[in-house]
């Protein structure tokens, strides 16, 4: 099936409060990082912070892959409103914006990926595709998926992401003290944010091209890990609605791992999958024919 692609209107350019607030968004973790690195080597550090660290990572990791990405932006699975909710407020605890402005600017990415209309296309350099355009415009989601300012739940989300965001804050501070608000808040932030940060840059410039796609995107061994699944990039441009990234044995795909048993236990249902043939329809394409390719998005 043929992509529906969104109507292309002037990009809106961020406010100077915007671009700030971006700004405190990049940097504190950055410095608060660094902090970390001297407490680390000076070995002001304990097994309590370390563990709120990696359990904020995963939680807001897996809210970003599962729920605002795999769940939200492509409907690759269905599930009971309880859960949902659940992966929603887990997404907003990586501190990546909104469920609205996620999935809004992430289809924004695949209708126009590489191209100028792309948020982070790498045309304009790596860095610009790996932070800098969260500098410069900011996504329309009255063009791209308009939808989701018909769900409630989402909008709900959307309207009080901040606060969410603010729990993955207030409860390592609340176990941990400050070494915990610094390990798993500040420092988690960090790495989830350029982990993420690195599908849009890393896995558009270094990596294998299994499948021909009518953009650059490419599979990246180390970003499938600690993307939890998100580095097989070039899988995913393949095949957008497909719940799994990781389609071979030794792609390693956390969030695949998790849907699958979520779908075991009833959980979540309706689960798309690649068919083989597919696959070697894919594979074996020649080129000139990408549009016949692409998968729409929207479901």
């Known amino acids: 099936m043929a992509r529906t692609v969104a109507p292309v209107e002037p990009q ?5 409060g915007e671009k700030i607030g971006v700004l405190i968004a990049v940097v504190v973790p950055f410095v608060a990082t660094l902090y970390a ?9 304990g097994w309590r912070d370390i563990a709120l660290l990696v359990t904020f990572y995963v939680l807001g990791g897996l809210g970003i892959t599962v729920g ?4 939200l932006t492509h409907k690759s699975f269905e599930t009971h409103p309880a859960v949902r909710f659940i992966f929603l407020v ?6 990546e914006g909104s469920p609205l402005e996620w999935a809004s600017t992430h289809i924004q990415h695949h209708a126009n990926s590489d191209g100028e209309d792309d948020p982070h296309s790498p045309l304009e350099g790596f860095w610009h595709a790996h932070f800098g355009w969260l500098f410069a415009f900011k996504n329309n989601p009255a063009v791209y998926g308009t939808w989701l300012q018909r769900d409630p739940m989402v909008m709900f989300v959307t309207k009080y992401w901040l606060a969410f965001a603010a729990l993955g804050l ?10 915990g608000l610094l390990w798993g808040g500040a420092v988690r932030i960090f790495l989830g944010h350029h982990v993420t940060w690195s599908v849009n840059s890393i896995c558009h410039t270094f990596g294998n091209r ?6 650059a995107s490419r599979n990246n061994f180390l970003v499938g890990v600690l993307a939890f699944g998100e580095g097989w990039h070039n899988n995913h441009h393949a095949f957008p609605r497909s719940a799994f990234h990781g389609l071979r044995w030794w792609q390693i795909d956390i969030s695949a791992y998790l849907i699958r048993t979520l779908e075991r236990f009833g959980l979540v249902w309706n689960v798309h999958r690649v068919k083989e043939a ?3 329809k894919r594979t074996n394409a020649p080129r000139g024919n990408e549009a016949a390719w692409d998968l ?3 479901g």
């Open 296 to 298: 729409d998005v929207q």
């Open 170 to 179: 207030i409860i390592p501070f609340a176990i941990g003290g400050w070494t």
């Open 12 to 16: 809106l350019e961020k406010s100077l």
């Open 210 to 215: 299994p499948f021909k796609t009518r953009d």
């Open 278 to 280: 597919d696959e070697r």
């Open 68 to 71: 605002f990405h795999r769940m």
């Open 37 to 45: 690195i001297v407490l680390l080597w000076q070995q002001y550090v």
């Open 90 to 95: 887990m997404g907003c605890l990586a501190v």
